[in-house]
């Protein structure tokens, strides 16, 4: 069976999750620039628990068994006033993270995770979500095309060989 609670402050339970992510992102990026250093996983999520903390945001938990097999979290973001000049009057959120243990894949458990935040950011005034994805994580981008979520913006990158 599947719960899917709100995080409850213990860190031990997330930071493997995101060490994970950050593994599998190193191993399809065809630049080969990300790496996970030592204490990666740790300050990581210190970081975004802060962000969690000022940003009016939340993060979830999908268990299995009371183990921890997914997590999704998300912030509020202001907008500022240059948006304001050139954007529609929004309260936007965004997806920061999304995570399924490998094992745990395919099993619905990223939509229930997607559901889950959707439906805070709707009770919250949301008007639009936006979430950022990795290009060469084709798997993930279909996830959220699936979900409803179209392209916005495409963020390119030249390496330079010195």
């Known amino acids: 069976m599947i719960n899917i609670i709100k ?3 213990n860190k031990i339970n997330i930071v493997g999750l995101i060490e994970e992510l950050q593994d599998y992102l190193i191993e399809i990026d065809p630049l080969k620039r990300l790496t996970r250093l030592p ?3 740790e300050v990581y999520i210190d970081n975004l628990l802060e962000k969690i903390k000022n940003q009016d945001g939340v993060i979830y938990i999908a268990e299995i068994d009371n183990m921890p097999v997914g997590m999704i979290a998300g912030v509020f973001e202001e907008q ?7 954007c529609i009057p929004s309260k936007p959120a965004r997806i920061l993270e999304l995570i399924v243990n490998e094992k745990y894949r395919n099993q619905s ?3 229930l995770l997607m559901n889950k935040i959707e439906e805070h950011f709707k ?3 949301a008007d639009i979500i936006r979430v950022e994805v990795f290009e060469p994580n084709k798997n993930t981008h279909n996830f959220y095309s699936k979900s ?3 392209d916005r913006s495409i ?4 390496k330079i060989i010195v």
């Open 155 to 158: 963020d390119m990158v030249k």
């Open 80 to 86: 500022t006033d240059l948006d304001k000049l050139e």
């Open 148 to 150: 409803g979520y179209e």
């Open 109 to 111: 458990i990223g939509s």
């Open 123 to 125: 009770e919250k005034g």
């Open 39 to 41: 204490k990666y996983g």
């Open 7 to 9: 995080y409850n402050g």
